[in-house]
């Protein structure tokens, strides 16, 4: 079954929407594997944001997810990492529609909740960067 990395950043979680957004995904129907509440080293952003190294905004980026306790997840379901991102809505919540979350919470793109892993391929890196395996739970829906 197919698995997506999300994470509530540290606006999110000071702004108390790591509830809401759970919620959505929760309502959705997908399955929650592992999750946690954590600080993130400057080392581990810059390995997650690795591909962003040569942008302006990289040492911005770095400076604001490392500022606080951010909320860790992985979920699963069918299609995941595409329905998630559809309901974060896009990165810059300027082009987010309403609904979504950034549509609905996020103003600026440096500042924007949430993010998830964009394809199979940055899941499975992500998901490998914070969790351990035995971090990730395997159960049955009795619902
Ligand atoms: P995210 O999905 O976490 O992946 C990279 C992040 O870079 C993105 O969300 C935005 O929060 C951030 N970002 C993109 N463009 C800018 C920008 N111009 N200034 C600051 N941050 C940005």
């Not at 997840?73 to 998630?84: H, K, L, P, Q, R």
Request: net charge negative; charged share 25%; glycine share 10%.
């Amino acid at each position: 079954m197919e698995k997506t990395f999300l994470m509530v950043k540290p606006d999110g979680v000071q702004r108390n929407l790591i509830g809401e957004i759970v919620g959505r995904f929760e309502r959705k129907g997908f399955q929650l594997v592992g999750a946690k509440l954590m600080l993130i080293s400057n080392e581990l952003a810059e390995q997650h944001y690795g591909e962003h190294k040569e942008r302006p905004f990289f040492g911005e980026l770095v400076d604001f997810i490392t500022s606080g306790p951010v909320f860790a997840m992985v979920w699963e379901g069918e299609n995941v990492i595409a329905a998630a991102r559809q309901m974060m809505g896009a990165t810059n919540p300027k082009d987010s529609q309403p609904g979504t979350i950034r549509g609905d919470f996020a103003v600026i793109v440096g500042k924007n909740i949430i993010h998830g892993s964009d394809s199979a391929a940055s899941a499975e890196r992500e998901i490998a960067l914070f969790f351990k395996e035995e971090e990730l739970l395997s159960y049955n829906k009795l619902i």
